[in-house]
T-cell receptor, first 116, second 117 residues
Framework: EAGVTQFPSHSVIEKGQTVTLRCDPISGHDNLYWYRRVMGKEIKFLLHFVKESKQDESGMPNNRFLAERTGGTYSTLKVQPAELEDSGVYFC??????????????FGPGTRLLVL | GQQLNQSPQSMFIQEGEDVSMNCTSSSIFNTWLWYKQDPGEGPVLLIALYKAGELTSNGRLTAQFGITRKDSFLNISASIPSDVGIYFCAGQPIFNAGGTSYGKLTFGQGTILTVHP
């Protein structure tokens, strides 16, 4: 079974540009999460999809961030326009669903974003 | 929002030594998790704890879920060089009356572990 995959692995952009991150969850996982770790800080929750619907987007920093999960499969996270403070590692995680007691979130390798 | 305080921030130990790290929270979590992150990788689940007071082992790793539901510790015995990495605690809230843990994880700041051969 393939794990969670993320693309690209690294991205270096200039302030004001747009970047789109992609996450492919484990096949059959309805839940998809985005997290972010800014240098030296904790990993922070951004948002949670259940299939194609946003279950919880309380962690999204501002309206420069747009997440989509069309068709309930892969997800994209777009940052437009990017600011310096958006730099960090963006992780995606997936899990099967709330009908599974004590579900486990499986993380992807992350996308390292540097905004100059 | 909920915050987890994880300590220590970093540890430098000799191979063979035991390691202990802990997390505390001002609020209650239903599930406590311990993850390890290797360079260039995402966090990998090491141990999950589901009941207050629970003590769980996974090889050389032992973790406990505090009675108050506001803390947890992780011990690594007889460390080896491949234990190097960043260790994160994470808490997960209660989702429903059935006690299912679901939804976003709240992470600690991480403990950077260095093991000298």
């Amino acid at each position: 079974e393939a794990g969670v995959t993320q693309f690209p692995s690294h991205s270096v952009i200039e302030k004001g540009q747009t970047v789109t991150l992609r996450c492919d969850p484990i096949s059959g996982h309805d839940n998809l999460y985005w997290y972010r770790r800014v240098m030296g800080k904790e990993i922070k929750f951004l948002l949670h999809f259940v299939k194609e619907s946003k279950q919880d987007e309380s962690g999204m920093p501002n309206n420069r961030f747009l997440a989509e999960r069309t068709g309930g499969t892969y997800s994209t996270l777009k940052v437009q326009p990017a600011e310096l403070e958006d730099s960090g590692v963006y992780f995606c995680a997936s899990s099967r669903g709330p009908t599974i007691v004590q579900e486990t979130q499986y993380f992807g390798p992350g996308t390292r974003l540097l905004v100059l | 929002g909920q915050q987890l305080n994880q300590s220590p921030q970093s540890m430098f130990i000799q191979e063979g030594e035991d390691v202990s790290m802990n997390c505390t929270s001002s609020s209650i979590f239903n599930t406590w998790l311990w993850y390890k992150q290797d360079p260039g990788e995402g966090p990998v689940l090491l141990i999950a704890l589901y009941k207050a007071g629970e003590l769980t082992s996974n090889g050389r790793l032992t973790a406990q879920f505090g009675i108050t539901r506001k803390d947890s510790f992780l011990n690594i015995s007889a460390s080896i060089p491949s234990d190097v990495g960043i260790y994160f605690c994470a808490g997960q809230p209660i989702f429903n009356a059935g006690g299912t843990s679901y939804g976003k994880l709240t992470f600690g700041q991480g403990t950077i572990l260095t093991v000298h051969p």
